[in-house]
């Protein structure tokens, strides 16, 4: 049996993905969005999981807020570690290390010792997925000169937009300072124009994020943005519990992304 810390050491030694990960072009993929601790939800997905034969790809955003995010955490591993082929787990805003997220309650949550060990697998976390049709990431594009190419994005400096970004559906100009979420602008709105360069320059036909709930645009697919948000509903944080919790079932051949409901006998 291994204590939590030797787990959590173990699965850091193991975790090998470079910070953008090339995904399969066969067969389905269940990917979900922020879970902020709502374990219950987490549970459900955990058995579509063993239900089908889907890889699962975590979009980011697992702790803080919610009432069970330690549980979440562990879980979480334990998946990738098991089943390290199948499940991926990108980075979110509150895992990474570059603006720190209000609340951040984790860090009360466990010791110095357990702290610094999850920093070390949160900086291991990818923060890009992609494959012929589509490109996976937390937040939004990132504001860049020139055109876009796929290997850019493993760029740290473009961490911090890339886990932050919010989509503006209305917005006419490519990108709009967020102010906020960030005092300094240096977070900003991206609009369906920054979409249509995005997706033109990588030869891709949609995104699928999660990390925004504000705007219209949680659980929808808008403009070839597909927005998840599947920390809502009972068993998380009191604020999303009117949002729906939803995943995403993604055909990677063809690219075609289904929003669902979590099925759940509670609701
Ligand atoms: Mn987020």
Known sequence: MFSNTERLEYSTGRMEEERIIKLTNKGHAIVVGDIHGNFENLKIIERLFHETNYILLFLGDYIDRGPKQLEVLKSIIEMKTEYSDQVFLLKGNHESNILKPCPHDFDFLVSEKEKSLYELFFEKLPVVAFNNNL??????????????????????????????????????????????????????????????????????????????????VANKCIKHVCTLFTAGGKGGYEWYEGIEPCIAIVNLSRGNVCIERLPNERY
């Open 135 to 216: 490109v996976f990431l937390h937040g939004g594009i990132p504001e860049i000169r020139g055109k876009y190419k796929i290997g850019m994005l493993k760029e740290k400096r473009l961490e911090m937009e890339i886990v932050w970004n919010d989509f503006n559906p209305s917005l006419r100009e490519m990108f709009a300072p967020n102010y906020e979420r960030d005092p300094l602008g240096r977070i900003k709105y991206f609009s369906h124009v920054a979409v249509q360069k995005f997706l033109k320059d990588l030869g891709k036909l949609g995104i699928v994020r999660g990390h925004q709930y504000s705007l219209g």
